[in-house]
């Protein structure tokens, strides 16, 4: 009833773990079982080591928060040495989410995953350039086909590309991606914005900006969903404020394959697995028989 296949990576439910949100899985063991969950796709993944930004990296916003926390993360040689042994134990597909500066960067980091154990990557392309002047790949069409190219030269896993709302034209780009070569796309990564602190009249967030997400940018994340579900013929991932059962069917009924829930996860940790549960009762009570019945079938 609930089990789905994306881009070959078989999945018992629809509903994924959003990058960013739930460490490297392991972090949450003692609160969920990651045997019930679609896929663990794990934090931001970087060529070597990073520290992540200074100061103050999380704010609570009006139905959301902003987070800047700069990729934090040990390196993708001790994720494939110390990390992932560790989630192999459990019985859930592991998507890799990579973050390079370079296109050769990306190409290197799909080049070393291109291993047993790992079941996808996620291309984060919201990420700056540094060769291009700190242009984010992901507002670009042609240095966003540039990474997936490079990506699928250097690796057999399936590639999922995770768009930025933080373009024009979000149609153009997800057009971009499938035709240099993705497997599946996933949107939305976060809305750009910033809180000013009116005590101290000074930034909230250290790095003054952060990505915006929850039920606040739910609305956005749908209609850019919906666009795009429409335009490739590849699958696509929803995601973007997804607390309830009843936000991730909204989200399926506007194309989306599958889902992921986000900064739910700091509100309950076990939100995957309560999601999938509430789409199984969901489409019990509406008589159909496979969650496949509900992708695209909003009425317009």
């Known amino acids: 009833m609930l089990g789905i296949t994306i881009a070959g990576i078989k999945m018992k439910t629809p509903v994924m773990t959003a990058s960013g949100t739930f460490g490297f899985g392991l972090e949450y063991k003692d609160f969920v079982d990651l045997n019930k969950i679609g896929a663990v796709v794990v934090k931001g993944t970087t060529l070597l080591p990073r520290h992540g930004n200074q100061g103050r990296r999380i704010a609570e916003t009006p139905a959301g928060m902003l987070n800047s926390i700069g990729l934090e993360n040990p390196g993708v040689n001790e994720f ?20 390079g500066n370079t296109v050769e960067e990306y190409g290197e ?3 070393l995953l291109n291993a047993s154990g790992v079941d996808g990557l996620e291309l984060n392309i919201s990420c700056p350039n540094v060769k291009e002047g700190g242009i984010a790949f992901g507002t670009n069409c042609d240095s966003a086909s540039a990474v997936v ?16 709302p933080n373009v024009t034209d979000i149609v153009a ?7 240099a070569g993705a497997d599946a796309i996933s949107l939305i990564n976060t809305l750009l914005g910033m809180s000013i602190d009116i005590h101290k009249w000074r930034p909230v967030l250290g790095n003054v900006v952060g990505g915006l997400s929850g039920p606040a940018v739910k609305p956005i994340a749908v209609r850019m969903v919906w666009q795009v579900a429409q335009s490739v013929k590849v699958p696509v991932i929803g995601m973007g404020g997804i607390v309830t059962a009843e936000d991730a069917v909204e989200f399926m009924l506007a194309g989306a394959t599958a889902v992921a829930v986000g900064t739910a996860n700091f509100i309950n940790p076990c939100a995957a697995q309560t999601v999938a549960e509430g789409i199984e009762s969901y489409i ?7 969650v496949r019945e509900l992708v695209g079938k909003v009425n317009i």
């Not at 190219?149 to 930025?164: A, E, G």
């Not at 780009?173 to 035709?179: F, G, K």
């Not at 019990?284 to 496979?290: A, E, N």
């Open 284 to 290: 019990r009570q509406r008589g159909l028989s496979h």
């Open 80 to 99: 494939l040495s110390g990390i992932l042994p560790h989630l192999n134990a459990y019985d859930v597909p592991i998507i890799v989410n990579i973050s």
């Open 149 to 164: 190219r490079q990506v699928k030269k250097n690796t057999d896993l399936p590639v999922i590309v995770k768009l930025s």
């Open 109 to 111: 980091l799909a080049a």
């Open 173 to 179: 780009m997800a057009q971009s991606v499938e035709d």
